[in-house]
């Protein structure tokens, strides 16, 4: 079997309202690249990546010579054709691999009839648990509905997620607001919410002291771990010697060299994998069996999928022994899907592990022309911005909260 075409998509769908974060906002919907690779067997593997437009396209149209008469079935040998790590400092092809590698693992699966998780060892779980992902947000801008903002919204939010979806761990996407109205905000959810989990996550927004105070503020409440509080390596080992909760990345243990540095000068204790950023779903199972011998926790991290990438979330959750921590998943968030059948369903707070051929997703034919048509109609938007705040940029540790209008006039 041999690699004969490539193409790339990018399309945009809408969210139910704009999620805020310290690097500023989505603004109302996801941008991103659906990948297909045809072989010459007529099999098409799907993938997936964030971001798009005419940059991503003509990226994936400049792999083509990489790509054509490869054999799909040959995957390790792509990590060295697209992402050699000497060459890659200069093309910094990492994500690009990812959505090649989802779509040759696809055809391989769909050529001998199995799903993606048994060419990865076979599965361990039919159900990925997540994690309920609140986020700040912007009220929608034609219904004006969605709106998160004061400490009542939020708590309002999370307790109809976990109606609707059965979320029982919950994550804060902080890094917004001032450290100590989003410890309120916390610790009302915690009370909110007895017996269930929490995480927070600033985006590395704060300061090391910062981080330092607010960590030893949550200690009594039940925290699945605290999540990048604060930028870099050495500044995550101080909050770590001082604060008794787990501290988790998914920005400064994102390769294999940053994870040998963390095994053997501890900085963080979970190592959150993101298909995506590690460069495939086998990178994240090769990483997540260094942090088993190791002892080092790992969770599924979430960089703002459509249905083709929560597949792959979803078979390297089925896979891994040591996943005792739920996923993380913007995917509750979207007002739809370009997958036939719309979107994946939670049960519980659990998505089940698709179980046909491949990956187990197909494309909506129709859907992806529409969401790709309103795409070229709306096109990117800046995702280090905030539409709400023209001129704004963030900075590393945040210092923009001294601006009083930051905070809620209602809380």
Same mark, same amino acid.
């Given at each position: 079997?041999?690699?004969?075409?490539?193409?790339?998509?990018?399309?945009?769908?809408?969210?139910?309202?704009?999620?805020?974060?310290?690097?500023?906002?989505?603004?109302?919907?996801?941008?991103?690249?659906? *990948?297909?690779?045809?072989?010459?067997? &007529?099999?098409?593997?799907?993938?997936?990546?964030?971001?798009?437009?005419?940059?991503?396209?003509?990226?994936?149209?400049?792999?083509?010579?990489?790509?054509?008469?490869?054999?799909?079935?040959?995957? /390790? /040998?792509? #990590?060295?054709? $697209?992402?050699?790590?000497?060459?890659?400092? +200069?093309?910094?092809?990492?994500?690009?691999?990812?959505?090649?590698?989802?779509?040759?693992?696809?055809?391989?699966?769909?050529?001998? &009839?199995?799903?993606?998780?048994?060419?990865?060892?076979?599965? *361990? #779980?039919?159900?990925?648990?997540?994690?309920?992902?609140?986020?700040?947000?912007?009220?929608?801008?034609?219904?004006?509905?969605?709106?998160?903002?004061?400490?009542?919204?939020?708590?309002?939010?999370?307790?109809?997620?976990?109606?609707?979806? &059965?979320?029982?761990?919950?994550?804060?996407?902080?890094?917004?607001?001032?450290?100590?109205?989003?410890?309120?905000?916390?610790?009302?959810?915690?009370?909110?919410?007895?017996?269930?989990?929490?995480? +927070?996550?600033?985006? !590395?927004?704060?300061?090391?002291?910062?981080?330092?105070?607010?960590?030893?503020?949550?200690?009594?409440?039940?925290?699945?771990?605290? /999540?990048?509080?604060?930028?870099?390596?050495?500044?995550?080992?101080?909050?770590?010697?001082?604060? =008794?909760?787990?501290?988790?990345?998914?920005?400064?243990?994102?390769?294999?060299?940053?994870?040998?540095?963390?095994?053997?000068?501890?900085?963080?204790?979970?190592?959150?994998?993101?298909?995506?950023?590690?460069?495939?779903? #086998?990178?994240?199972?090769? !990483?997540?069996?260094?942090?088993?011998?190791?002892?080092?926790?790992?969770? *599924?991290?979430?960089? &703002?999928?459509?249905?083709?990438?929560?597949?792959?979330?979803?078979?390297?959750?089925?896979?891994?022994?040591?996943?005792?921590?739920? !996923?993380?998943?913007? +995917?509750?968030?979207? !007002?739809?899907?370009?997958?036939?059948?719309?979107?994946?369903?939670?049960?519980?707070? =659990?998505?089940?592990?698709?179980?046909?051929?491949?990956?187990? *997703?197909?494309?909506?034919?129709?859907?992806?022309? =529409?969401?790709?048509?309103? +795409?070229?109609?709306?096109?990117?938007?800046?995702?280090?911005?905030?539409?709400?705040?023209?001129?704004?940029?963030?900075?590393?540790?945040?210092?923009?909260?001294?601006?009083?209008? $930051?905070?809620? #006039?209602?809380?």
């Amino acid at each position: 079997m041999k690699i004969v075409d490539l193409r790339a998509t990018t399309v945009t769908v809408p969210l139910e309202a704009p999620l805020r974060h310290a690097n500023g906002a989505h603004w109302g919907r996801f941008v991103r690249t659906i *990948v297909e690779v045809e072989t010459d067997e &007529g099999i098409v593997g799907l993938g997936e990546m964030g971001g798009g437009g005419q940059s991503a396209e003509a990226a994936f149209a400049g792999l083509k010579p990489y790509l054509a008469g490869h054999d799909p079935f040959r995957v /390790e /040998e792509l #990590r060295f054709k $697209l992402a050699n790590p000497t060459s890659s400092l +200069y093309n910094n092809r990492t994500q690009l691999l990812a959505a090649i590698e989802f779509a040759c693992l696809d055809i391989v699966g769909k050529a001998l &009839g199995c799903p993606v998780h048994t060419l990865l060892g076979g599965q *361990v #779980r039919d159900e990925v648990e997540f994690a309920s992902y609140l986020f700040f947000r912007h009220p929608d801008a034609t219904s004006g509905d969605g709106e998160v903002r004061t400490v009542s919204q939020l708590v309002e939010h999370a307790l109809d997620l976990k109606e609707r979806h &059965g979320f029982r761990s919950h994550k804060l996407k902080g890094g917004v607001f001032p450290p100590d109205y989003e410890l309120r905000c916390y610790r009302a959810l915690a009370e909110a919410l007895p017996g269930d989990r929490l995480r +927070y996550d600033p985006n !590395a927004a704060l300061s090391v002291h910062d981080a330092i105070r607010f960590g030893r503020a949550i200690e009594d409440l039940d925290n699945d771990y605290l /999540e990048d509080p604060t930028w870099g390596l050495h500044g995550m080992r101080q909050v770590r010697a001082a604060v =008794r909760v787990p501290l988790a990345t998914n920005t400064v243990v994102v390769n294999f060299e940053q994870l040998a540095t963390n095994v053997r000068d501890p900085a963080v204790d979970v190592v959150l994998l993101d298909t995506t950023f590690w460069g495939g779903i #086998r990178a994240c199972v090769k !990483a997540a069996g260094v942090c088993e011998t190791f002892q080092l926790g790992v969770a *599924v991290h979430s960089s &703002g999928e459509l249905g083709v990438q929560l597949a792959t979330m979803l078979h390297l959750g089925a896979v891994l022994p040591n996943l005792t921590l739920a !996923a993380d998943a913007h +995917y509750h968030h979207l !007002a739809d899907d370009v997958l036939t059948g719309g979107k994946l369903s939670y049960a519980d707070g =659990r998505i089940r592990v698709p179980d046909g051929p491949g990956l187990g *997703v197909e494309l909506d034919r129709d859907k992806l022309a =529409r969401y790709a048509e309103l +795409y070229r109609e709306l096109g990117d938007y800046p995702y280090d911005r905030d539409p709400t705040r023209p001129g704004w940029f963030p900075l590393v540790p945040n210092q923009s909260w001294a601006d009083p209008g $930051l905070l809620p #006039r209602v809380q």
